[in-house]
């Protein structure tokens, strides 16, 4: 696949969203990225994050053979199912891995409907003599 070196990648960033109970958990695979290189925002039900790799100076003493790593920016949306706490979102980065967690309003959170159970008719006897 050849790749146009001057344009940014879309969607192509690698993530996994996985939902639970209480919140969403985003990760996304940006090795060799440092964390000042992004801008993370949501608005409207939309998870964005942008960034920027830098690449190296081509150089004229050296010919490459091989030049697969991407540079330049990049941007991926995705647009969550539920509304978000937007000012409860948490972020962190270890080791090449952006893990955010995207916790959801109470009102997005599935309830348990407790079911009654209709009375039973009273029965009245009455007294004999």
Not at 35 to 61: A, F, R
């Amino acid at each position: 696949r050849a790749w146009d070196w001057n344009q940014p990648w879309v969607d192509e960033l690698a993530m996994d969203v996985v939902e639970n109970t209480d919140e969403f958990i985003v990760q996304a695979s940006l090795p060799g990225i440092h964390p000042d290189d992004l801008e993370i925002t949501y608005s409207g039900n939309t998870l964005t994050i942008k960034g920027e790799v830098k690449g190296e100076e081509e150089k004229d003493s050296v010919r490459y053979h091989l030049r697969e790593r991407r540079y330049g920016s990049f941007s991926r949306s995705i647009r969550l199912p539920f509304r978000i706490k937007a000012d409860a979102i948490e972020a962190t980065y270890d080791k090449g891995v952006l893990s955010l967690r995207l916790p959801k309003v109470e009102e997005a959170k599935p309830k348990r409907i407790a079911i009654k159970v209709a009375a039973q008719p009273k029965v009245i006897e009455a007294k004999t003599k």
